[in-house]
């Protein structure tokens, strides 16, 4: 599986352009809970906490999705792509994401934002604290 999620990340870069780090999350506006209680709480982090920004905001530009997705950084850019095909979901370039900030987990999952240059930020959840730590030495 990590052979299909390495070709996946590296698939339709630009020529020259170097994959730094990948890893697969969940964005948190599309997280599903499990049972009554995880249902729940999945509904309050989708809807709380998944996003900031108006409509024209960086983050605003990200479409709604559903299920795990393998968030890649390059030397040029940020971004999501779907984990069995390398179809691009969402990427904006290098310099518009400015920081990744560690949140309370939420159960078992780690929790954390990409920070954009306009103020505006998204939410992500993942099942390795070690994916969060890279993107953190990565991105800042």
């Given at each position: 599986m990590s052979v299909l999620r390495e070709r996946s990340a590296l698939s339709?870069?630009?020529?020259g352009e170097r994959l730094l780090?990948?890893?697969t999350v969940v964005?948190?506006?599309?997280?599903?809970g499990i049972g009554v209680g995880g249902a729940v709480a999945g509904r309050l982090v989708s809807s709380v906490g998944g996003q900031s920004g108006?409509?024209?905001?960086?983050?605003?530009g990200m479409p709604r999705t559903s299920g795990a997705l393998l968030l890649r950084v390059t030397d040029q850019r940020v971004?999501?792509?779907?984990?069995?095909?390398?179809?691009?979901?969402?990427e904006v370039p290098r310099g518009w994401v400015t920081r990744v900030e560690r949140r309370p987990r939420t159960q078992l999952m780690a929790r954390f934002r990409l920070h954009c240059v306009d103020g505006s930020w998204l939410a992500f959840l993942t099942?390795?604290?070690?994916t969060l730590e890279q993107f953190h030495s990565l991105i800042g």
């Open positions: 339709q870069l630009a020529a780090g990948y890893g964005p948190a506006k599309s997280a599903k108006g409509g024209g905001s960086i983050a605003a971004g999501l792509v779907q984990p069995l095909d390398g179809t691009p979901v969402w099942m390795r604290r070690r």
